[in-house]
C-alpha cells in the first residue's frame, strides 16, 4: 500500500514539474532564458509562439500524467521528449541552460524517476505484463 502512495505522490510531483515549466517558464515568459533557447536552435522568427506551444504541451503533459491514461505510453513519451531535448541542448545551447552541461544530470535524474515511477511503482501497469 506505501508503494501505491510513494507512486502517487511522484505522479504528482512529475505533473507539477511539466506544469510549472510549461504554464510559467513557457506560456507567461517568466524565464525568458526557455525562449532563448528555442530561438537559438529554431530560429528567431517564430520563437515566441513555438515556445508557447511547448508550453502549452507541457501543460497538456501535466494534464495527461494526472489522468493514467495509458500510463506507460506516457513514461515513455516523457522519458524521450526528455531525452531529446535535453540532448539538443547540450550540444547547441549549453551557454544558455542554468546550470550549462550540469543540465543533463538532472535530465537523467528526471528520466529515472519516471522510469521508475512507472515501471516500478505503479502496480497497475505491472499487473498487465
Not at 495527461?64 to 506507460?72: F, P, Q
Not at 524521450?80 to 547540450?90: A, D, Q, T
Not at 542554468?98 to 516500478?120: D, H, P, Q, R, T
Request: charged content about 15%; aromatic content about 12%.
Amino acid at each position: 500500500m506505501r508503494l501505491i502512495k510513494l507512486h502517487h505522490l511522484i505522479n504528482y510531483c512529475i505533473a507539477t514539474v511539466w506544469f510549472i515549466n510549461g504554464l510559467f517558464c513557457k506560456v507567461l515568459n517568466l524565464v525568458p532564458r526557455h525562449e532563448l533557447i528555442v530561438s537559438s536552435i529554431l530560429g528567431d522568427e517564430y520563437s515566441r509562439p513555438l515556445t508557447l506551444l511547448i508550453g502549452l504541451s507541457e501543460i497538456g503533459m501535466s494534464i495527461w500524467v494526472l489522468t493514467g491514461l495509458r500510463s506507460r505510453l506516457n513514461a515513455i513519451a516523457q522519458m524521450i521528449i526528455v531525452g531529446v531535448m535535453n540532448l539538443l541542448e547540450f550540444f547547441l545551447v549549453p551557454d544558455l541552460l542554468l546550470w550549462g552541461k550540469m543540465n543533463s544530470i538532472f535530465a537523467a535524474s528526471f528520466i529515472l524517476l519516471v522510469y521508475f515511477n512507472e515501471f516500478y511503482l505503479n502496480k497497475k501497469s505491472l499487473s498487465h505484463t
